[in-house]
């Protein structure tokens, strides 16, 4: 079953399944097959556990669907974790030591680890969204503060100079060394691709937003599309091709930054 995209019973066909899992390496997740999970401290919500340790992240990655008044029942994060949730379908109120802050799709909050994320959903639709938690590496002198924006309204540029290659970054991590953490969407034109295979020590969580494309993970390309989920682990060989006739493969994804590794 998949409660994303309804199919339920018997298949027609072969069961078959795009997911490959290489714990501690790379996972590439789609839809199809995902289950909900039972998470306390959230009310008429649906959430499927994307990431966690148990497949090798230092980060918990999460699907998340919020009904008409749903919302959390207590704080998700804080205490020394810091939380990060992007809205890419509808409209949630979030409530910040700030005050209310509305996210229309696009929105996003990020919450620094001495906080807790706490929303609700005052539409009549559901919302849906990307969420994130992280525990938070300190640095002395610095700390990371609340962050709430939209991506539609930030400034997009060329990736490494290619002009059909668009990234931003969503939090100001490129110049606060408070942060330990960034999020960006990286957006590809059909026919385009990185420049090179990426190896390094970050991590990544990666939501598609859109499009179609050919992924490499660890040097084995996968087919890819809107809807799937890409963990990439420490020092995975990592690029993507995009594929499609007018549509751009766009994604948001994390990437640990700023710290030093630890020995």
Not at 40 to 61: E, K, Q
Not at 139 to 146: D, M
Request: aromatic share 12%; charged share 20%.
């Amino acid at each position: 079953m998949s409660y994303l995209n309804g199919k339920v019973g018997f298949r027609d066909g072969l069961l078959e399944n795009r997911s490959v899992i290489k714990r501690g390496n790379y996972a590439l997740i789609e839809t199809d097959g995902l289950v909900k999970n039972v998470i306390p401290g959230f009310d008429n919500c649906d959430i499927t556990i994307l990431a966690s340790p148990l497949l090798g992240a230092s980060f918990c990655d999460y699907l998340i669907t919020i009904h008409p008044n749903g919302r959390t029942t207590k704080g998700f994060g804080g205490d020394g974790v810091e939380t990060f949730l992007y809205i890419h379908e509808g409209d949630l109120t979030v409530h910040t030591k700030e005050g209310d802050k509305e996210l229309k799709a696009g929105g996003y909050v990020f919450t620094p680890a001495d906080a807790s994320l706490s929303f609700t959903n005052k539409s009549d639709k559901p919302a849906k969204g990307f969420l994130y938690k992280r525990r938070y590496k300190e640095v002395e002198g610095h700390k990371a503060h609340l962050v709430v924006g939209n991506v539609h309204e930030l400034e997009y540029w060329a990736y490494e100079n290619m002009g059909n290659v668009m990234v931003t970054d969503l939090l100001p991590a490129a110049k606060d060394l408070g942060f330990d953490m960034n999020f960006h969407i990286l957006s590809f034109e059909p026919g385009a691709s990185h420049g090179y295979i990426e190896t390094h020590i970050q991590e990544h969580g990666a939501l598609l937003l859109s499009g179609q494309g050919m992924y490499n993970l660890d040097n084995n390309w996968y087919p890819v599309e809107k809807g799937d989920y890409i963990f990439m682990g420490a020092y995975c060989p990592q690029a993507a091709y995009a594929v499609g006739k007018d549509e751009p493969l766009t994604y948001i994804y994390s990437k640990d930054c700023n710290r030093d590794s630890e020995i």
